[in-house]
């Protein structure tokens, strides 16, 4: 039996480098704005603690930054193990993402402002000078995407059309991130 790869028609894998790389990660930031942000997992006892965070930018570098509050139990698991994993969805179908990377918390108030939004001030109340913002980098080291080359419109009608005539048409690209 044939695994679901070799029965698709068109070439479906596409790994990922330097530029091409950061750019998928800010397509599917656009998306969805927030991911599941995943802390301990270099310690081997499980995957640690997984909570909700919201992106406020990806630079130029390909870093992710966060801010967080500094008696957050997110920042206690950074100060003890630096390695992060983070999954975006950036939609019920496409725009899949996994990194993984490296944390770095820091206090850097011209990086604060920079990041600083209004809406924040529901977690930091006295707004964006309030002493217990800290920003948090996530610089990946690697990754993995699953998406449609085509929009979601194109890759059902591919699949519809895949199931009536018995054939792998599901328009799919996938592959792995290098930084």
């Known amino acids: 039996?044939?695994?679901?790869?070799?029965?698709?028609p068109e070439d479906n894998h596409q790994d990922l480098n330097g530029p091409e790389a950061i750019?998928?990660?800010?397509?599917?930031?656009?998306?969805?704005?927030?991911?599941?942000?995943?802390?301990?997992?270099?310690t081997g006892s499980g995957s640690g603690a997984t909570r909700p965070m919201s992106v406020q930018q990806v630079d130029d570098a390909g870093t992710l930054w966060f801010l967080s509050a500094s008696d957050?139990?997110?920042?206690?698991?950074?100060?003890?193990?630096?390695?992060?994993?983070?999954?975006?969805?950036?939609?019920?179908?496409?725009?899949?993402?996994?990194?993984?990377?490296?944390?770095?918390?820091?206090?850097?108030?011209?990086?604060?402002?920079?990041?600083?939004?209004?809406?924040?001030?529901?977690?930091?109340?006295?707004?964006?000078?309030?002493?217990?913002?800290?920003?948090?980098?996530?610089?990946?080291?690697g990754g993995y995407y699953w998406d449609n080359k085509h929009g979601n419109a194109v890759a059902g009608i591919k699949m519809m059309i895949g199931a009536a005539i018995g054939k792998t048409l599901d328009d799919s690209i996938e592959g792995k991130l290098a930084f």
Not at 1 to 8: A, G, H, R, T, W
């Open 1 to 8: 039996m044939d695994s679901i790869n070799k029965n698709q």
């Open 72 to 141: 957050s139990h997110k920042n206690t698991e950074l100060a003890e193990h630096s390695g992060v994993r983070l999954f975006f969805q950036g939609s019920e179908h496409s725009g899949f993402l996994t990194l993984t990377g490296t944390a770095t918390v820091t206090r850097d108030k011209k990086k604060i402002k920079e990041l600083w939004e209004p809406i924040l001030k529901t977690w930091f109340t006295e707004g964006e000078t309030d002493p217990r913002i800290t920003a948090i980098g996530v610089s990946p080291s």
């Open 23 to 42: 750019e998928r990660i800010r397509e599917v930031v656009k998306k969805t704005e927030s991911c599941f942000f995943c802390t301990a997992v270099s």
